[in-house]
């Protein structure tokens, strides 16, 4: 059984203003600076970079420091890790390949005709894994691998090492529920999917990215990471303060986020990713269609905060895009289809999480777009974009 909700009607539990004009962005730009502003204060970040892009014109800002010790500010062409912004490069790129299949491949397929080992994977499809429905196990959530990653968070870690924690532990069950009757958000899935990549591909998932994504877009300021150094510029990620009470530097090897969470990017890349994750640039419109059949969220107390959630990509508000957050970072994008406007969010600290979500929210009230009372979304006044809150925690 499948427990979805008409990708149409989760973008329409909004009404849309009017496409936003060059003076409107000009005339507001103090109020959206404020807005972010008062965000980094509240949530204790060090800097960020925030962009909205809009057929009239633009607005970009980056605000506060990229390295607290040397009091460098942040740059609008630095690098952030986006964590799990990942999991929307990954679950693209699977689309590809299905696509390419001609028939040969299919979302409905289970995993375990594929890949053997993923517990239940005989019933578990590609689709569940890519929405959130399988059942696995998060791998982040195992005690052993939360302790090994404290012990030494520079370890280099490989995919199965990682998928260890959620299919070989007797401590815990490997699964949550039968597939496809639940949304619960699972980091164990992309990693699945990002096996599965390099398994039909016979290449490393970073080559099958940069050839299907990275080139046909212009995205060189995108890429997946191993080890923990980010491209020059950068900005250093910060959790929790010193005893000092300076932000607290968070270092850690990209290799134990994997598929899940490994990628990095600039402002400038994901103004080009969000319109062409959300409206369907690399894919055949039969495919992109389907990526709008969605799951509520608020069930899942664990999950971040999204009004809805499709294949690979979450809805607030009537935008689509995805979220990021955990050991120093946070990110988001998202896309509003028919006026064609962009906003992303790159945040180097994770002290609370969500906060990307909550700028946005604040930003679109700024410009008079907020959701009315009612609507359900979590950008509406009283919604949980200002109350549901989760410890900060590797995505």
Request: charged share 20%; net charge negative.
């Amino acid at each position: 059984m499948r427990l979805t909700i008409n990708g149409l009607a989760a973008l329409l539990v909004v009404a849309f203003p009017a496409v936003l004009s060059a003076s409107d962005l000009s005339a507001r730009a103090p109020q959206l600076e404020n807005a972010v502003t008062e965000a980094l204060q509240e949530f204790h970040v060090p800097g960020a970079a925030v962009g909205i892009w809009t057929e009239n014109g633009d607005w970009t800002k980056a605000l506060g420091v990229a390295d607290a010790a040397a009091s460098r500010p942040v740059g609008l062409r630095d690098h952030f890790a986006i964590r799990s912004v990942t999991k929307s490069f990954v679950v693209t790129v699977l689309l590809q390949l299905i696509a390419e299949g001609n028939g040969s491949i299919g979302l409905d397929d289970p995993i375990g005709k594929y890949l053997s080992g993923v517990p239940n994977g005989a019933k578990i499809t590609l689709r569940e894994l890519a929405d959130m429905t399988s059942g696995l196990y998060d791998y982040v959530a195992d005690p052993r691998f939360r302790a090994a990653l404290g012990a030494d968070p520079t370890r280099e870690w490989t995919t199965d090492e990682l998928l260890a924690f959620a299919f070989d532990d007797a401590s815990h069950q490997l699964t949550n529920f039968e597939p496809g009757t639940r949304y619960q958000y699972c980091n164990t899935n992309t990693l699945v999917l990002g096996k599965l990549i390099e398994a039909l591909t016979g290449a490393t998932f970073d080559e099958a990215l940069r050839r299907k994504i990275l080139l046909p877009l212009v995205l060189p300021g995108t890429k997946y990471l191993r080890a923990t150094r980010l491209p020059r510029p950068f900005a250093l990620g910060y959790q929790g303060e010193t005893d000092a009470g300076a932000p607290e530097q968070a270092v850690i090897s990209f290799s134990g986020l994997g598929f899940a969470g490994a990628m990095v990017s600039t402002l400038r890349d994901l103004s080009v990713w969000g319109p062409a994750l959300a409206e369907g640039s690399l894919l055949p419109p039969e495919l992109q269609k389907q990526r709008f059949e969605a799951h509520a969220t608020a069930a899942d107390p664990g999950s971040p905060i999204y009004d809805a959630y499709g294949l690979g990509m979450g809805q607030v508000a009537g935008w689509w895009g995805h979220t990021g957050e955990g050991l120093g970072f946070e990110a988001a994008v998202f896309h509003q289809i028919e006026r064609n406007e962009t906003v992303a969010i790159l945040l180097n600290g994770s002290d609370t999480s969500d906060v990307p979500v909550r700028i946005f929210c604040r930003l679109l009230a700024v410009l008079d777009q907020a959701p009315a009372a009612g609507s359900g979304s979590v950008c509406a006044p009283g919604g949980d974009g200002g109350g549901r809150l989760r410890p900060a925690a590797a995505d």
